[in-house]
C-alpha cells in the first residue's frame, strides 16, 4: 500500500497567505506569513507579504 506524504513548506504558507488576503482576512494571512518565515527564514515572498499585509482585522465584506 502506497501512501502519499505530504510536507509542509514556506512556498504553501505563502500560497495559503495569498488566498486569505483575496479573502479578505489579513490576520489569517499574516499568521500563514509568519508560519513561513519559521519554516524559512528569510524568505523574500514571506516577507514581502508581511510588509504588504495590513495588522488589525479585516474589513466587512458581504457575500451574497
Known amino acids: 500500500q502506497t501512501s502519499l506524504k505530504l510536507k ?7 500560497a495559503l497567505a495569498r488566498v486569505y ?7 489569517l494571512a499574516r499568521t500563514e506569513g ?3 518565515l519559521t ?5 523574500h515572498e514571506a516577507e514581502q507579504l ?3 499585509t495590513p495588522v ?4 466587512s465584506r458581504k457575500i451574497p
Do not use: C
Open 8 to 14: 509542509e513548506t514556506a512556498a504553501a504558507h505563502v
Open 21 to 27: 488576503l483575496s479573502l479578505n482576512q489579513p490576520a
Open 34 to 36: 509568519h508560519a513561513a
Open 39 to 43: 519554516l524559512e527564514p528569510g524568505n
Open 50 to 52: 508581511l510588509q504588504q
Open 56 to 59: 488589525g482585522p479585516a474589513t
